[in-house]
Antibody, heavy 119, light 109 residues
Framework: QVQLQESGPGQAKPSETLSLTCSVS????????CSWIRQPPGKGLEWIGY????????NYNPSLKSRVTISMDTSKNQFSLKLSSVTAADTAVYYC????????????WGQGTLVTVSS | QTVVTQEPSLTVSPGGTVTLTCASS?????????PNWFQQKPGQAPRALIF???NKHSWTPARFSGSLLGDKAALTLSGVQPEDEAEYYC?????????FGGGTKLTVL
């Protein structure tokens, strides 16, 4: 069974860069669409972006595109999120997720990690 | 800015049937949008239910079904159980990017 686990600091200061990593077990990150999604407290889900293969295709939410970088390390079976110039509006639970063969969309989710942006 | 619209809230009685819908600001939702549906309970990560508009995952209960209904994607729950009370989100694909709907809070009462 594919499992995903987010890791990274639970806090960030305004104007800093938020960095999170997703470790995948029971399956690979290679040749799959690996996504980041976030959910502000009490609000809905927002797709941040995905990466397909290390050094390969990325696609980002237009509203976040200027601040987001998603990368992949296939040797560690991980993918990562960097979100720059954060503000309080970036406070959210951040989820990593992955699709599967024949499944266009999102199939597997991490448990999520809360990142609070505060000085 | 593409907007995906869902009913903010719906109420259904136990054993009843309810249909949740997912509309796109760009027009009719077709299979080309690869509609996905997710269930999220309080304090939990979302769980995938439907992909490709109509396809269930191995863990999706039989009472859940996906369809294209008119110009929208739809999720129908037949024989609703108390444990189906949750927030439901749809997800649509737009030429590489994905957009979530705002979610439907389903109350079983």
């Amino acid at each position: 069974q594919v499992q995903l686990q987010e890791s990274g600091p639970g806090q960030a200061k305004p104007s800093e860069t938020l960095s999170l990593t997703c470790s995948v077990s029971g399956g690979s990150v290679s040749n799959y669409y690996c996504s980041w999604i976030r959910q502000p407290p009490g609000k809905g889900l927002e797709w941040i972006g995905y990466i397909y293969n290390s050094g390969g295709t990325t696609n980002y939410n237009p509203s976040l595109k200027s601040r987001v970088t998603i990368s992949m390390d296939t040797s560690k079976n991980q993918f990562s999120l960097k979100l720059s110039s954060v503000t309080a509006a970036d406070t959210a639970v951040y989820y990593c997720a992955r699709d599967d063969i024949g499944v266009s969309g999102i199939m597997y989710w991490g448990q999520g990690t809360l990142v609070t942006v505060s000085s | 800015q593409t907007v995906v619209t869902q009913e903010p809230s719906l109420t259904v009685s136990p054993g009843g049937t309810v249909t949740l819908t997912c509309a796109s600001s760009t027009g009719a939702v077709t299979s080309n949008y690869h509609p996905n549906w997710f269930q999220q309970k309080p304090g939990q990560a979302p769980r995938a239910l439907i992909f490709g508009a109509i396809n269930k995952h191995s863990w999706t209960p039989a009472r859940f079904s996906g369809s294209l209904l008119g110009d929208k994607a739809a999720l129908t729950l037949s024989g609703v159980q108390p444990e189906d009370e949750a927030e439901y989100y749809c997800l649509l694909h737009y030429g590489g990017a994905w957009v979530f709907g705002g979610g439907t809070k389903l109350t079983v009462l």
